[in-house]
């Protein structure tokens, strides 16, 4: 299998999700083994989608280098994952990709509009060969040996509206499409203020999120397990910070961004793929000091 990039650069503005302030991108096909990378006005110097550039995985995935920051790549990088896009070079203008539905489906809808192709580099997919993972209790996510790359999720939560939800897929790109890329992110009435306060979920919206309310959601659901296949996307989004396709089989619970992460980390380290010595980038402090990765209010 070769890699691929996009055929005309395409473009795109909304709000972000957690800003609330308008941002523009704009998406142009990038050289074979260049991988994904992100651009702001501010800084010549790209950012490489990759887990050496994540400064933030609490509530959202935020890239950075040297002061830039891109917050809430995830559902554009879950886009250009399932559609087998491993090179793209992204210009944004704001300091966060723009949530527009909420879910991964506006990017899908982008990039087929771009047209795909092939480039002459193969890919080169990275093999687990033994269990890799992370967390504990009723928190984990962990990578087991596999064929294919499978995903097999379950979310356990109290509110009546999600309760327990599970799925195990062998995600194809059809699949990807139609069944994950819809699912909208999701966050509970009750904790808005206080993620306001912290300055997170400032453009959330009923357009562009599940609101969960005490009764129950206030704008409908695409699927009736939409949360799970929301958690699904965001961790296909994460993984592909790997910068390279995943053969092996995924199993976790009540995992989020930051256990997603620390499955990447443990992964390139297990396998001797850090591309730096350094390692990871220094990590911001998580918004809720002292407190373990908060209820999975999955943003
Ligand atoms: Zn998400």
Redesign the pocket.
């Known amino acids: 299998m070769h890699q691929r990039t996009i055929r005309k650069p395409v473009t795109l503005e909304g709000v972000g999700l957690h800003s609330g302030k308008l941002a523009r991108i704009a998406i142009a096909p990038a050289p074979a083994n260049s991988g994904i990378t992100f651009r702001t006005k501010d800084h010549d110097e790209p950012v490489p989608a990759t887990v050496e550039s994540v400064v933030n995985s609490h509530y ?1 995935t935020t890239v950075g280098r040297n002061g830039t920051r891109i917050q809430t790549v ?2 554009l990088m879950a886009a250009a994952a399932g559609l087998g896009l491993d090179n793209l070079s992204i210009d944004v203008d704001g300091p966060e990709i723009p949530a527009v539905d ?1 879910s991964a489906k506006p990017f899908v809808t982008l990039l087929m509009h771009a047209g795909r192709t092939e480039q002459s580099a193969p890919r080169r997919p990275v093999v687990i060969p033994y269990p890799i993972g992370a967390g504990n209790g009723g928190r984990w996510i962990q990578i087991v040996p596999s064929d294919a790359f499978r995903i097999s999720y379950t979310l356990d939560n109290d509110h009546p509206a999600i309760g327990t939800q599970a799925l195990t897929c062998t995600p194809t790109e059809k699949m990807f499409i139609e069944d994950f890329a819809p699912a909208r ?1 999701y966050g509970f009435l009750k904790d808005l203020g206080a993620l306001r306060k912290r300055g997170l979920a400032r453009g959330a919206s009923l357009e562009n999120a599940i609101g969960v309310g005490k009764r129950g959601v206030l704008n409908g659901l695409r699927y009736r397990d939409e949360f799970v296949r ?1 958690k699904v ?2 961790l296909i ?1 994460d993984l592909a910070l790997l910068g390279r396709p995943i053969v092996g089989h995924v199993i976790a619970r009540n995992a989020g961004h930051a256990l997603n992460f620390e499955l990447v980390v443990a992964i390139q380290r297990a396998l001797g793929l850090e591309r730096r010595a350094a390692g990871v980038a220094a990590l911001e402090p998580a918004p809720f000091p002292g407190r373990l990765v908060p209820a999975p209010a ?2």
């Open positions: 959202a995830e559902h909420g992110t929301h996307l965001d989004g999955a943003i």
